[in-house]
């Protein structure tokens, strides 16, 4: 399995900015994606983004336009800036990982929190 290491959560104001930090303890070569879920108390995880190998990149409706997720595989670390927060965006925000021949991989969940 690979080990995750999330970091970047906390209180912003609407409108704000964060950046999410995911370091990965495996090689990124057999990392084949890397992304975010988030979730609130009694709803499902949702899909927020994720990246491909290539640089593929998926985005759920609700944060196009104002999420972008990167990776840089010399650290083996995937980033999630979020701009523009809003209230509703407030979760835990999961960081996982699927590599080849492993289950899925996740973090320890970061919370983020969009308030006034």
């Known amino acids: 399995q690979v080990q995750l290491v999330e970091s970047g959560g906390g209180l912003v104001r609407p409108g704000g900015s964060l950046r999410l930090s995911c370091a990965a303890s495996?090689?990124?070569?057999?990392?084949?994606?890397m992304g975010w879920y988030r979730q609130v108390p009694g709803k499902q995880r949702e899909l927020v983004a994720s990246i491909g190998t290539g640089g593929t990149t998926i985005y759920a409706d609700f944060v196009k336009g104002r999420f972008s997720i990167s990776r840089d595989n010399a650290k083996i670390t995937a980033y999630l800036q979020m701009n523009d927060l809003k209230p509703e965006d407030t979760a835990v925000y999961y960081c996982?990982?699927?590599?080849?021949?492993?289950?899925?991989?996740w973090g320890q969940g970061t919370q983020v929190t969009v308030s006034s």
């Open positions: 495996r090689s990124i070569a057999s990392i084949y994606a």
């Open positions: 996982y990982a699927d590599a080849s021949g492993l289950q899925r991989s």
